[in-house]
């Protein structure tokens, strides 16, 4: 299996953000403090992020598209902003589960790789515990978007840093720090919500069962 080395992912990262050119500094220093602000936003809030991200996303492409598409097609039997929330509200959905999906489908593809390159695993057991690895990573979505999500925000912190001045070992160590201080706290988070709904249950079990008698 190939080592994925940081500089790749910085680069997958920088040819994934687009910065506009012919900025001043300051507009600078206010895109990337936004994006610290983001990558601090799904580091800590994960899941919350995660979803509002992609949202936005899919609103943004959605409405973008049936916009384009309207004009192109001299589509008028429906006002062109009705049409464009609905092709927004599609957008969000779609891109939604297109994420969720593939998510899944490079978490069943790392199964794959490690089943067939560290356990040295025959191609045929090894695609079967990919799709096994695939359906759990689909049905467990909710469960592991945090940590994904917080890697993402790492690369977005740390790159956010870099550009306002930080240099590049100091920002990774910070970033990293940053990185588990979010994770931990928000299985903090999940822990202490299932014991109170666990609480909850057995109360209302208990309750139910008293007016029973």
Known sequence: ???????????????????????????????????????????????????????????????????????????????IYIAVAIGAIIGAVILTFVVRLGLSVGFGYLVYLIATDLLHIQFYYALGIAVIGFGVAYILYKDFVHVVSGIVGAFAAYYAMTKLGLPAIPAQAVAAVLYVIGVAIQEWERRKKKRLEKKVKEQGKELKEAGVK
């Open 1 to 79: 299996m190939y080592l994925v080395s940081l500089t790749y992912l910085e680069n997958l990262f920088r040819n994934a953000v687009s910065v506009p050119t012919g900025l001043s500094s300051l507009e600078l220093y206010l895109v990337f403090g936004a994006l610290l602000a983001i990558g601090l936003a799904m580091m800590f809030r994960g899941t919350e992020a995660w979803k509002a991200v992609f949202t936005a996303a899919g609103l943004y492409l959605g409405g973008y598209f049936t916009y384009n598409l309207v004009i192109y097609l001299n589509f008028t039997s429906v006002p």
